[in-house]
């Protein structure tokens, strides 16, 4: 398996915006998580599907933020209008279980830098 | 709110001794705790899981220990090589909390 792929690896944009951040998780694995890392807040979770279904968005930072996942090969983190502030690297992770008893997969990460 | 505390500050260690790393938390109970490896560049790599009724754990050049008393688990790497130079994030899970909960992690150097 190639592992979790994300794309692109970087993205630089203006302030205002539209940002897509599209993920494929390893088949077979029934949880997506998207993360989002800073020198300031290190690694937070923004939010994490099950079987395709959006469990918990409590870490996704405002209304501007969205994700989706259509199907169990795909995954996207939208930003509308992008900030700043937003500036990170975005994380796609993928497991068998939430349950932390199976270790999770980290894709490359997206350098997303907003200007 | 729970909180995860590793070394700020960079270790650096000579090559071949062994490197300890500290994670310590609070306000939280854990029932699971993992270690990951970040290189630069690059996402976080699973290296060992450890639960809380489990002292120690043991992989290869790799030993991770957890005392639910001290709320705290030490990360020991042996007869360290360049290679080992890394960042080490501790992620905590369970009691409670169905996701991981990651420290900053701390950024190991080791010197020929």
């Known amino acids: 398996d190639a592992g979790v792929i994300q794309s692109p690896r970087h993205e630089v944009t203006e302030m205002g915006q539209e940002v897509t951040l599209r993920c494929k998780p390893i088949s077979g694995h029934d949880y997506l998580f998207w993360y989002r890392q800073t020198m300031m807040r290190g690694l937070e979770l923004l939010i994490y599907f099950n079987n395709n279904v959006p469990i918990d968005d409590s870490g996704m930072p405002e209304d501007r933020f969205s994700a989706k996942m259509p199907n169990a090969s795909f995954s996207t983190l939208k930003i509308q209008p992008s900030e700043p502030r937003d500036s990170a690297v975005y994380f796609c992770?993928?497991?068998?279980?939430?349950?932390?008893?199976?270790?999770?997969?980290f894709g490359p990460g997206t350098r997303l830098t907003v200007t | 709110s729970q909180k995860i505390e590793q070394n700020s500050e960079a270790l650096n260690i000579q090559e071949g001794k062994t490197a300890t790393l500290t994670c310590n938390y609070t306000n939280y109970s854990p029932a699971y705790l993992q270690w990951y490896r970040q290189d630069p560049g690059r996402g976080p790599v699973f290296l060992l899981l450890i639960r809380e009724n489990e002292k120690e754990k043991r992989k290869e050049r790799l030993k991770v220990t957890f005392d639910t008393t001290l709320k705290q688990s030490l990360f020991h790497i042996t007869a360290s090589q360049p290679a080992d130079s890394a960042t080490y994030l501790c992620?905590?899970?369970?009691?409670?909390?169905?996701?991981?909960?990651f420290g900053a992690g701390t950024r190991l150097a080791v010197h020929p």
């Open positions: 992770a993928s497991s068998l279980t939430v349950l932390s008893l199976y270790e999770q997969y």
């Open positions: 992620a905590l899970g369970g009691g409670g909390y169905n996701k991981l909960i």
